[in-house]
């Protein structure tokens, strides 16, 4: 158990739609992340957040958002979902804002039908 | 795109041999990570070696960094059956803003009892 928690597990919604998606980071953990994992795109870096504040930014499209609350806990919000979103979406978190082992939670997968 | 390009793809081996996953990578790296990935579930964190660093000893599992060229591999020997899983290296970049890792496509490897 890495002490990162996703919700929901599984996901399944229809093209058009919007979805929001979960995460805890590890108690004490400052940094979260989200990553897209996908059998053509492999896993792809999205979003950081430090602290509440966003600290990197990846191949996150226009219709996502992210944000991380004052409590740490960090929301990825997909609208217009299409057939491509679907996908594995991982958080992740890390104590350091810099370089250093992330922990992953076990993911949330969407299936966009 | 991904940073990272991992060697074999796939990767077949019965239990008690020795596995070599190969990772190489374009730009100045901060330090390489490998993760392990059982199927569909959250990346777990294995090593991380730095780019001073040679080779670092974890348990079965050797790394050796060459940033000349590029390239790190990771052995793991004596496999067990429950080292079946996908394998990723994670580049983190050199004077990057947040970690970032950027993951390469990952080596299959199935360990046969």
């Known amino acids: 158990d890495s002490g990162v928690t996703q919700t929901p597990k599984h996901l399944i919604t229809a093209t058009g739609q919007r979805v929001t998606l979960r995460c805890s980071p590890r108690?004490?953990?400052?940094?979260v992340y989200w990553y897209q994992q996908s059998l053509d795109q492999g896993l792809q870096f999205l979003i950081q957040y430090y602290n509440g504040e966003e600290r990197a930014k990846g191949n996150i499209l226009e219709r996502f958002s992210a944000q991380q609350f004052p409590d740490l806990h960090s929301e990825l919000n997909l609208s217009s979902l299409e057939l491509g979103d679907s996908a594995l979406y991982f958080c992740?978190?890390?104590?350091?804002?810099?370089?250093?082992?992330?922990?992953f939670g076990e993911g949330s997968r969407l299936t966009v039908l | 795109s991904q940073q990272g390009e991992e060697d074999p793809q796939a990767l077949s081996i019965q239990e008690g041999e020795n596995a070599t996953m190969n990772c190489s990578y374009k730009t100045s790296i901060n330090n390489l990570q490998w993760y392990r990935q059982n199927s569909g579930r959250g990346l777990v964190h294995l090593i991380l070696i730095r780019s001073n660093e040679r080779e670092k000893h974890s348990g079965r599992l050797r790394v050796t960094l060459d940033t000349s060229k590029k390239s790190s591999s990771l052995l793991i020997t004596a496999s067990r059956a429950a080292d079946t899983a996908s394998y990723f290296c994670a580049t983190s970049p050199w004077g990057g803003s947040g970690s970032r890792l950027t993951f390469g496509e990952g080596t299959q490897l199935t360990v046969n009892p």
């Open positions: 992740a978190s890390s104590g350091r804002v810099d370089t250093g082992e992330l922990f």
């Open positions: 108690s004490g953990d400052l940094s």
